[in-house]
T-cell receptor, first 111, second 114 residues
């Protein structure tokens, strides 16, 4: 079956530090991969996605590359801001339009 | 675009009472999902609909939970009777059915059962 594993948090960084949140997946076929972000008190929002191998999704300075050979979709940002503090979810989408989510990683950015 | 609309945003009720959560998906979307989020269990898919028809309800915890989608623009999730362990944030999401299509989430309903 499908599964997503992401690094446990919380991840605590200083402002302007480099961010990496690891995500690996197990799936049959060729899933699409997503990163969602959840700010306090809000629902999940799509941050970026990639639909095929070697695609790079990017948005708001965040990037992730779909690596089929390592079954990974790690999230990166070169310089985080306090406003990036949130919970980040990696997810995969496969046949049937359902998403399989990872457990979420809380990011805390300190000024 | 109004996005996914959920009501109420907050609900406090006593154990044993009936609770009804409501969702209006994005116009034109034909898939709708109900999720529950807790600290202990994370994000769980409860049920999803395609074209108003329930496709997978394997995540519904027990018979106390039921969901309906009478038309393309409205869905309800009902808990009867409610229990304290049902306390959670309940999210509705919608999408246009396709392989790997993005789901758009509502703001959630925060439920507290006393």
């Amino acid at each position: 079956g499908n599964s997503v594993t992401q690094m446990e948090g919380p991840v605590t960084l200083s402002e302007e530090a480099f961010l990496t949140i690891n995500c690996t997946y197990t799936a049959t076929g060729y899933p699409s991969l997503f990163w969602y972000v959840q700010y306090p008190g809000e629902g999940l929002q799509l941050l970026l996605k990639a639909t095929k191998a070697d695609d790079k999704g990017s948005n708001k300075g965040f990037e992730a590359t779909y690596r089929k050979e390592t079954t990974s979709f790690h999230l990166e940002k070169g310089s985080v801001q306090v406003s990036d503090s949130a919970v980040y979810f990696c997810a995969l989408g496969n046949a049937g339009n359902m998403l399989t989510f990872g457990g979420g990683t809380r990011l805390m950015v300190k000024p | 675009d109004a996005g996914v609309i959920q009501s109420p945003r907050h609900e406090v009720t006593e154990m044993g009472q009936e609770v009804t959560l409501r969702c209006k998906p994005i116009s034109g979307h034909n898939s709708l999902f109900w999720y529950r989020q807790t600290m202990m269990r994370g994000l769980e898919l409860l049920i999803y609909f395609n074209n108003n028809v329930p496709i997978d309800d394997s995540g519904m915890p027990e018979d106390r939970f039921s969901a309906k989608m009478p038309n393309a623009s409205f869905s309800t999730l009902k808990i009867q009777p409610s229990e304290p362990r049902d306390s959670a944030v309940y999210f509705c999401a919608s999408s246009f059915r396709d392989r790997g299509e993005t789901q758009y989430f509502g703001p959630g309903t925060r439920l507290l059962v006393l």
